[in-house]
Each structure stands twice: as C-alpha cells, then as structure tokens.
C-alpha cells in the first residue's frame, strides 16, 4: 500500500510560478512510475505530466509542455512538479499517482494509488 500526500498548491496570478511536491509512504516509491493529473470544475480529470520510476522518461500534455516540468528524488520518496508561466486554464485540483508499473504513462487506468489533491487557483 502506498500513500499519497501532496503539498504545495495556492493562488497565484498569471505568469507565476508554483511547485507541487508528492510524499510518497513506503519503500518501493523508487519501483513506482509516478504522474501528476488535474481536474479542473465541471471537466473530467486529464492527464498532466508522467516520469518513470528512473526519472530518466517522461511525457507531458501538449497544454503543459514547455512550461512544466517532473521530476524525482527517490531518496526523499517525493515527485515534483514546477509549474511556470501559470495561466488561469491551469486552474484545477492537481493528483499525484503512482503506478505498480515503473514505467512513465499517460493512461489515468495505469496508477493505481492516488493522492487527496490540492487546489491550484491561476487568477488573470
């Protein structure tokens, strides 16, 4: 069993910055490929950024590319995610998720723990 907690969502203006941290329970977070989703009001949850358990593979969504960026630090059992040039379709709670399969991934039926969320609000 893995437990998910993430960190670091707020309000920020358009342009800002903001970086989501994901602590991971458990000794085998360095097997798990991880990925950051988000739904925003009235939406369906989309996928935003995955990296695989190496850190060494990962995707992003065409809406983010460019502008965000994961990453790992398995010793720390935490996964990041650096959002800039924020703009206010970002807007949405963001989940963390990590996946039995070490692999990075964009198909939300591949992870299989999911973390509570927090709130990203971007205001224009």
């Known amino acids: 069993q893995v437990q998910l907690v993430e960190s670091g969502g707020g309000l920020v203006q358009a342009g800002g910055s903001l970086r989501l941290s994901c602590a991971a329970s458990g000794s085998t977070f360095s097997r798990y490929g991880m990925g950051w989703f988000r739904q925003a009001p009235g939406k369906e949850r989309e996928f935003v950024a995955s990296?695989?358990?190496?850190?060494?593979?990962?995707y992003y969504a065409d809406s983010v590319k460019g502008r965000f960026t994961i990453s790992r630090d398995n010793a720390k059992n935490t996964v990041y995610l650096q959002m800039n040039s924020l703009r206010p379709e970002d807007t949405a709670v963001y989940y963390c998720?990590?996946?039995?399969?070490?692999?990075?991934?964009?198909?939300?039926?591949?992870?299989?723990?999911w973390g509570q969320g927090t709130q990203v609000t971007v205001s224009s």
């Open positions: 990296i695989s358990y190496s850190g060494r593979n990962t």
């Open positions: 998720a990590a996946g039995r399969k070490p692999i990075a991934t964009i198909d939300a039926y591949e992870y299989d723990y």
